[in-house]
């Protein structure tokens, strides 16, 4: 593996302008990024707040136990344990296999800035990983995409979920998960490595129940050596340690949307658009009921949480005590999860991707409401996987990977495809288009003299004579096409690999495409490459 750079490409404007340090986004978080002491106040800062390190590292070890273990997640939980430990953080939905390949760059980022800044300081820094298992968005993590005859193809896990369940809470049938994994595989290609991946996959299928198990005990399987450590937001001793600051979040709840709503007035005038939906009267807080998550506002006039329905509805001391006695009902939205990890964790830095950054960007003054401190938000390492096939076809037909990721190849194929066609036809089928038409305009004036009932008879006769001749051109056009065809492969071929369905490729790929192409140490590799978080886009040529 090769490490090169290209051009920064972020998937929104906001995202772009804050990785380029740019002024108009500054005011929008506490750090400075590009300071190089961030990272030191940082710490400075946190060591001056109290934190509940013991029993976060209890409930995550307790939720660890489940998953591949190592010494090196011990030595992580000890150091967690300690009074100076910090942490790098970041999250993600658990995707079926991980979902695309952002999620695996996300926690390649928190274990390499993790250890790098763990080297500066010299302190402990653990990595920490946050599994969203309180989401509830089913269709968001039950598919992967895989390319089969030239086409993107969504390969969807079909199980029954209804309403707004958990994805802690989805569990799957073991053989009908095993066989989807092999339709995906069949897609893949059977290769050298493939029984070897298949069995590793089916031993965490047997060894787990629901969508965030499986996606645990396979993060954990190949970064356990790395000291990561996981944590599910919807576990439940978690949401004991949550209590305290779930009350706050409720008794405060109008001063936090207030706040968030005053950011997004300030984003709005400086240009950009806001990313979190925030009703005026919101709570920020999800009860769980008979299975799904509802969101609760609050009605002034009858001093009441409500759900949209009505159906669910509780006094201020009605919710407190449920809270007391079923904490694990409790969940948070995307505007006070961001809160509640600052209160849990002595969080060096944030990992964000760019739809992150985005929504962080909306939450400063909220942080400021509850006495806080919004941490550091590092961009992840953004990354395109480059073979030496398609490297090699990208050179034959000269093509830059930035052109590519910029605007796909289908500009430059048509450029191909008309410097291959016979001019000189092309334009003899003009002429006897325009020939046609000329001869059909006497044609159909002197039928109208004779008889006007046949003059739509002779345009349809036209018609049919220019169709003829334009069904010729494309069969001509599909001769040159197949005369050509493993040029125009390569220019498909390229855009299915650098930019997949228009998107970027750690959008739409899935990480086990590359393990069964490369093997089971793909990751490992990965993490050899020396990366900097300097807002590049990586290329990692394979």
Known sequence: MELAHAEFLATNRFASLYMENEESVKDFFHYDI????????????????????????????????????????????GKLRQPDSTVVIGGQQAGLLTGPLYTIYKVISI???????????????????????????????NHVYA?????????????????????????????????????????????????????FLDEAVINTRSFTEFFSYILMHFFKEYGLLLIDSADPQLRV?????????????????????????????SGFASTIEIDRHGSNVFYYHHQERELLEFDPAENTFVNKTGELCFTPGELLDLLESHPERFSNNVATRPLMQEWLFPTLAFIAGPGEISYWGELLSAFEVVDSQMPPI????????????????????????????????????????????????????????MELEKRYEVITEKVGEMDRGHVALAQTNLQMHVRQLEFLQRKVEDSIKRKHEAILEKY???????????????????????????????????LTLPYKFDGRHQIIKL
């Open 34 to 77: 590009q300071d190089e002491t961030v990272f030191t106040r940082r710490y400075e800062d946190l060591m001056k707040r109290e934190f509940d390190r013991k029993g976060i590292a209890d409930c995550i070890q307790q939720y660890m136990k489940k998953y591949p273990a190592s010494q090196a997640v011990e030595e992580s939980l």
């Open 378 to 433: 590092i961009p992840r390492l953004n990354m395109t996987l480059l073979d030496k096939r398609t490297e090699s076809d990208m050179e034959e037909l000269q093509l830059s990977i930035e052109d590519v990721m910029r605007n796909g190849t289908a500009e430059e194929k048509a450029r191909f495809l008309a410097s291959v066609q016979d001019n000189e036809f092309e334009a003899m089928i003009a002429e006897a288009k």
């Open 111 to 141: 274990i390499v800035l993790a250890k790098q800044q763990e080297a500066h300081l010299g302190k402990p820094v653990v990595p920490v990983f946050w599994v969203a298992g309180e989401d509830h968005d089913y269709l968001e993590i």
């Open 492 to 526: 498909d071929r390229i855009e299915h690999v650098i930019l997949p369905e228009g998107q970027p490729q750690e959008r739409i790929w899935n990480i086990f495409y590359f393990i069964n192409e490369y093997s089971m140490k793909f990751i490992d590799d990965l």
């Open 241 to 269: 340690l949550e209590k305290p600051f779930f009350s706050r979040i409720l008794d405060q709840r109008q001063e936090i949307t207030d706040a968030i709503l005053l950011q997004q007035e300030k984003k709005h005038s």
């Open 147 to 199: 390319f089969y005859h030239g086409q993107c193809k969504k390969k969807s896990y079909r199980e029954t979920v209804s309403g707004k369940k958990m994805a802690s809470h989805i569990e799957f049938n073991t053989q009908k998960m095993k066989a989807w994994i092999r339709e995906v595989f069949s897609h893949f290609g059977d290769r050298s490595h493939t029984k070897e991946v298949l069995s």
